[in-house]
């Protein structure tokens, strides 16, 4: 039976162990820290189907200066990252440009379509209802009358991709969420139905106990290096051993980009890294209220309401920007009208592909070695979808059309590649 290694604990290797194994292989997931520590942990727990639209369009590039140069913004650009972000930032202006956006456009509404399918049925198979809820979620909009007015319009055009959406005036919104602050609330867009996590971290953990009662196995290491072996397979150093594989699948997040680097391949995968703060006041919140001209949700979860999001553009380890919570706190305080206590604050890396799109798939030339990640505001959502096209790509089975969209292959062209040493 051909052995697999998953390099990553978070909700994207768990769910490729979990396809991997359904296929029938020997799967070994190997992190030294337990499952869903990481981006996996602190999220808002959206599936988030209904967030249709890429971040690179002329949209964005438009309100980018305004977005930044504010006193309390909710996405920023660390300027000792620019140069980390070069790639990124040419390729996502090239994305924005009005064709690409609609090629992007139609690529992410087909993934999505397929992904929330994909998110369910693993949800469901966890077998653990309280985990999860279908109670839809809200978007509201406060202040902004310009965006207000085109709320209709806003609900048809997700209508036409054939998402639930119901645009709602103000008064439909309260009643939907009563401990809203109805001073400045305008209305929002509201997707019955829609799912999302409870504790997103206790998926992961009841997802590994699943895996591992399957016969998945576990390394407590990190891994510092894989090089190709001559005569097939791969290589893994973790800790003082080396172990041998006859494929590899790096869900290490943005770690990807160091393993990778040693192999001779660059991506323009960089951090966005999101805040959240957990509430110990208690707020009767039904479903996730995001407020969109701050980027940031208010998740009603297990153990209190969740304020995470807001976008960070910086080296994963810089210190966090202690602002950001106040920021959430203030929002979260506007939006509901009271006064709010924080119980925990945290901080993770998202790691983002310039086209919104993630980065699953073979690299051409490396046999064995599959990638997946790049995954940005989307990993829950498209983990489930992501494990069955990781697991479908190992065992050398046909894709589906939509897969071409997320090959590595479409950001290495002529980039950083080099002789694959093999030992
Ligand atoms: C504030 C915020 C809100 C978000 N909200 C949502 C949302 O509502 N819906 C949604 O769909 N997505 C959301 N996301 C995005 C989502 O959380 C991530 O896309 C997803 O968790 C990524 O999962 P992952 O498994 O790739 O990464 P991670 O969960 O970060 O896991 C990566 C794992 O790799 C391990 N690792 C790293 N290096 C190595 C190594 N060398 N060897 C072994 N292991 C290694 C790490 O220890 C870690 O466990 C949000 C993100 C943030 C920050």
Same mark, same amino acid.
């Given at each position: 039976?051909a052995?697999i290694?998953?390099i990553?604990?978070g909700?994207? #290797?768990?769910a490729?162990c979990?396809a991997?194994r359904a296929?029938?292989?020997?799967? *070994?997931l190997i992190?030294?820290q337990? &499952?869903?520590?990481?981006?996996s942990y602190?999220?808002a727990g ?5 967030a249709?639209s890429?971040?690179?369009s002329w949209q964005?590039?438009?309100?980018? @200066? ?5 006193n309390? @913004?909710?996405i920023?650009?660390?300027p000792r990252?620019?140069l980390s972000m070069?790639g990124?930032?040419v390729? !996502?202006?090239?994305a924005a440009?009005a064709?690409r956006f ?8 087909v993934l ?9 049925e693993l949800l469901d198979?966890?077998?653990e &209802?309280?985990?999860w809820?279908?109670?839809g979620?809200l978007?509201v ?6 965006m207000a007015a085109?709320l209709?319009?806003?609900a048809?055009s997700k209508?036409a991709?054939?998402i639930r959406?119901e645009?709602l005036?103000a008064?439909d919104v /309260?009643a939907?969420e @009563?401990?809203?602050?109805d001073?400045?609330?305008?209305g929002?867009l509201? !997707?019955p139905?829609?799912?999302f996590?409870?504790?997103p971290q206790?998926?992961?953990?009841r ?5 591992a009662? /399957?016969?998945?196995q576990?390394?407590?290491d990190?891994?510092e290096?894989?090089r190709?072996r /001559?005569g097939g397979?791969?290589?893994?150093e973790?800790?003082?051993e080396t ?5 590899v699948v790096l ?6 980009n160091r393993?990778?680097e040693?192999?001779?391949i660059?991506? &323009?995968?960089i951090s966005e890294?999101?805040?959240?703060l957990?509430l110990?006041t ?6 996730p ?14 153990n ?8 960070? !553009?910086? +080296? @994963?380890?810089?210190?966090p920007?202690t602002?950001?919570?106040?920021h ?7 939006? !509901?009208?009271r006064v709010l206590m924080?119980?925990?604050q945290?901080l ?6 310039p ?5 699953v #798939?073979?690299?051409s030339?490396?046999?064995?070695l599959?990638?997946?990640?790049g995954?940005?505001h989307?990993g829950? *959502?498209?983990?489930?979808?992501t494990g069955?096209?990781? +697991?479908?790509?190992?065992?050398g089975?046909a894709? &589906?059309?939509?897969a071409?969209a997320?090959?590595p ?7 950083g590649?080099?002789d694959?040493?093999t030992r």
């Amino acid at each position: 039976m051909a052995s697999i290694a998953v390099i990553g604990a978070g909700i994207i #290797g768990l769910a490729s162990c979990r396809a991997l194994r359904a296929k029938g292989l020997e799967v *070994t997931l190997i992190d030294r820290q337990a &499952p869903g520590e990481g981006a996996s942990y602190g999220n808002a727990g959206l599936i988030a189907g209904y967030a249709n639209s890429p971040l690179a369009s002329w949209q964005t590039l438009k309100q980018l @200066p305004g977005q930044i140069f504010n006193n309390t @913004p909710s996405i920023s650009i660390d300027p000792r990252y620019t140069l980390s972000m070069a790639g990124f930032s040419v390729r !996502f202006m090239r994305a924005a440009t009005a064709s690409r956006f609609q090629r992007h456009y139609r690529d992410l509404n087909v993934l999505l379509e397929h992904a929330v399918e994909a998110q369910h049925e693993l949800l469901d198979s966890l077998d653990e &209802p309280s985990l999860w809820s279908d109670s839809g979620c809200l978007q509201v909009i406060r202040s902004d009358t310009r965006m207000a007015a085109r709320l209709s319009e806003m609900a048809n055009s997700k209508q036409a991709e054939g998402i639930r959406c119901e645009a709602l005036g103000a008064a439909d919104v /309260q009643a939907l969420e @009563p401990e809203l602050n109805d001073a400045g609330l305008l209305g929002g867009l509201y !997707f019955p139905g829609s799912r999302f996590l409870r504790d997103p971290q206790a998926v992961c953990q009841r997802l590994w106990t699943q895996l591992a009662r /399957q016969g998945v196995q576990r390394i407590n290491d990190h891994v510092e290096h894989l090089r190709p072996r /001559q005569g097939g397979g791969w290589l893994l150093e973790h800790g003082q051993e080396t172990t041998r594989f006859d494929a590899v699948v790096l869900c290490a997040g943005l770690a990807n980009n160091r393993l990778l680097e040693s192999l001779g391949i660059v991506l &323009p995968v960089i951090s966005e890294r999101g805040y959240h703060l957990a509430l110990s006041t208690s707020l009767e919140l039904v479903r996730p209220v995001g407020w969109l001209a701050h980027h940031f949700y208010a998740t009603p979860m297990a153990n209190g309401v969740r304020l995470a999001g807001t976008t960070e !553009f910086c +080296a @994963p380890k810089q210190v966090p920007d202690t602002r950001r919570w106040h920021h959430l706190k203030n929002w979260g305080e506007e939006l !509901f009208g009271r006064v709010l206590m924080p119980s925990s604050q945290w901080l993770g890396v998202r790691h983002s592909s310039p086209d919104g799109l993630p980065v699953v #798939g073979h690299v051409s030339g490396m046999p064995g070695l599959c990638l997946a990640y790049g995954h940005g505001h989307l990993g829950v *959502t498209l983990s489930a979808l992501t494990g069955e096209l990781v +697991a479908a790509t190992v065992a050398g089975e046909a894709l &589906p059309g939509f897969a071409a969209a997320l090959a590595p292959s479409r950001f290495l062209k002529g980039v950083g590649k080099k002789d694959i040493i093999t030992r």
